[in-house]
């Protein structure tokens, strides 16, 4: 049957027919990578070089470094600068320790955003004071396992990479040296780049969204080592609590599983903040291990849990699923005041092992949304 005569005959007009056909057209043009887009063509070194170059300094985690949702279709380069810390951190109430290892002293490493097309160049910086070697793999790059193979600096060394933006997104980025990939990744060494699309978010319709804030938060899934006892152990320096580390990570079950480096980082003083009519952006890394964000009390409007921007978000979620190895995002307009809690919704991991923080949220209270018709009281006959 011709398209025509098929359209007339399910009922719909050849108008209707023909916006239906731009509609899908449409969708499709904001589903697909946009290839042919000018900021996305190949460069050589002399044009790289005539493009224009952003210094972005870099902020500590829950925060990210400011940045804008739209910007024009001409490239960027952005620069950024990490450095590496060897640490010993705390990561319990009870005193427990770990010798972390961290990009910029922070678990996770600080979020770095750009956008689609931009060229993102990293300086990491290995003081000699640390004790090892490090380097650096990014999901969002093509080439060198992630440029894993370019960046193998010693304590005392220093390496830059670039790598074009080529795809929307959050994407994970982590130390990965050679023979020790798993247990630098355990110890601290993940983070999450966001590339935007230069056009900003879209809902699932194409209509454009906006976030008013937005929180990194880094989930890690720890292996402290215990003694006959069943105490965890405390050791000397990394390299003392190596061979425990990798026989408890050999196990498969975590002893903590923290956000942000330690139970409770974000509560009390760390708690992330939003007001009623406020729209947050929540992003959710774990470079090693599964986990499944909640928020209690409200939904994920939005969600990419895959984190891939040129696919249609996800809306109403309650509960959303991060890949052990990848990183997510879900947007959310607060709608009600009060102590909300953002979890992994396996409950023994949130509430025994640590994953869970608090988002403190001002404003006034909605009784069409919810009402205590009576409050609890004794059982009446
Ligand atoms: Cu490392």
Same mark, same amino acid.
Not at 170 to 195: K, N
Not at 280 to 287: L, N, R, T, Y
Not at 342 to 368: C, K, P, R, S, T
């Given at each position: 049957m011709e398209r025509r005569h098929f359209l007339k005959s399910a009922g719909l007009g050849v108008a209707a027919g023909t916006t239906l056909l731009a509609a899908q057209v449409q969708a499709r043009e904001t589903a697909a990578p946009k290839k042919n887009a000018p900021w996305m063509a190949a460069r050589t070194e002399a044009q790289i070089a005539k493009l224009e170059r952003v210094k972005v300094d870099l902020v500590a985690p829950p925060m990210v470094h400011k940045h804008e949702q739209k910007v024009g279709p001409e490239p960027r380069v952005v620069e950024f600068r990490m450095s590496i810390t060897e640490k010993e951190i705390v990561v319990d109430r009870d005193g427990t320790t770990m010798h972390a290892m961290m990009f910029d002293g922070s678990m996770p490493g600080p979020t770095m955003v750009v956008h689609e097309g931009d060229y993102l160049e990293l300086t990491l910086i290995n003081p000699a004071s640390n004790t090892m070697p490090h380097n650096i793999d990014f999901h969002a790059s093509t080439g060198a396992l992630g440029g894993a193979k370019l960046t193998n600096v010693n304590p005392g060394e220093q390496a830059t990479l670039r790598f074009k933006a080529d795809r929307t997104g959050t994407f994970v980025y982590h130390c990965a040296p050679e023979g020790s990939v798993a247990w630098h990744v355990v110890q601290g060494m993940h983070g999450t780049v966001m590339v935007l699309p230069r056009d900003g978010l879209k809902d699932s319709a194409g209509n454009s969204l906006h976030y008013d804030r937005v929180y990194t938060i880094g989930e890690f899934d720890l292996y402290i080592p215990r003694d006959e006892k069943g105490n965890f152990k405390k050791y000397g320096s990394s390299a003392e609590s190596y061979g425990d580390t990798l026989e408890a990570m050999r @196990?498969?079950?975590?002893?903590h599983v923290v956000f942000? @480096?330690?139970?409770?980082?974000?509560? @009390?003083? @760390?708690a992330m903040k939003a007001n009623v009519g406020e729209t947050v952006m929540f992003i959710h890394s774990q470079a090693n291990r599964d986990t499944r964000p909640h928020l209690i009390g409200g939904h994920g409007d939005w969600v990419w849990e895959l984190g891939k921007f040129d696919d249609p978000p996800a809306k109403n979620l309650e509960t959303w699923f991060i890949r052990g190895g990848s990183a997510g995002v879900a947007i959310y307009t607060f709608k009600q005041p009060g102590v909300y809690a953002y979890v992994n919704h396996n409950l023994i991991e949130a509430m025994e092992l640590g994953a869970a923080g608090h988002v403190l949220v001002e404003g006034d209270w909605n009784d069409d949304l919810m009402k205590q018709v009576s409050p609890p009281g004794p059982i009446k006959g």
């Amino acid at each position: 049957m011709e398209r025509r005569h098929f359209l007339k005959s399910a009922g719909l007009g050849v108008a209707a027919g023909t916006t239906l056909l731009a509609a899908q057209v449409q969708a499709r043009e904001t589903a697909a990578p946009k290839k042919n887009a000018p900021w996305m063509a190949a460069r050589t070194e002399a044009q790289i070089a005539k493009l224009e170059r952003v210094k972005v300094d870099l902020v500590a985690p829950p925060m990210v470094h400011k940045h804008e949702q739209k910007v024009g279709p001409e490239p960027r380069v952005v620069e950024f600068r990490m450095s590496i810390t060897e640490k010993e951190i705390v990561v319990d109430r009870d005193g427990t320790t770990m010798h972390a290892m961290m990009f910029d002293g922070s678990m996770p490493g600080p979020t770095m955003v750009v956008h689609e097309g931009d060229y993102l160049e990293l300086t990491l910086i290995n003081p000699a004071s640390n004790t090892m070697p490090h380097n650096i793999d990014f999901h969002a790059s093509t080439g060198a396992l992630g440029g894993a193979k370019l960046t193998n600096v010693n304590p005392g060394e220093q390496a830059t990479l670039r790598f074009k933006a080529d795809r929307t997104g959050t994407f994970v980025y982590h130390c990965a040296p050679e023979g020790s990939v798993a247990w630098h990744v355990v110890q601290g060494m993940h983070g999450t780049v966001m590339v935007l699309p230069r056009d900003g978010l879209k809902d699932s319709a194409g209509n454009s969204l906006h976030y008013d804030r937005v929180y990194t938060i880094g989930e890690f899934d720890l292996y402290i080592p215990r003694d006959e006892k069943g105490n965890f152990k405390k050791y000397g320096s990394s390299a003392e609590s190596y061979g425990d580390t990798l026989e408890a990570m050999r @196990g498969l079950i975590p002893s903590h599983v923290v956000f942000n @480096g330690k139970v409770g980082a974000l509560m @009390g003083d @760390g708690a992330m903040k939003a007001n009623v009519g406020e729209t947050v952006m929540f992003i959710h890394s774990q470079a090693n291990r599964d986990t499944r964000p909640h928020l209690i009390g409200g939904h994920g409007d939005w969600v990419w849990e895959l984190g891939k921007f040129d696919d249609p978000p996800a809306k109403n979620l309650e509960t959303w699923f991060i890949r052990g190895g990848s990183a997510g995002v879900a947007i959310y307009t607060f709608k009600q005041p009060g102590v909300y809690a953002y979890v992994n919704h396996n409950l023994i991991e949130a509430m025994e092992l640590g994953a869970a923080g608090h988002v403190l949220v001002e404003g006034d209270w909605n009784d069409d949304l919810m009402k205590q018709v009576s409050p609890p009281g004794p059982i009446k006959g």
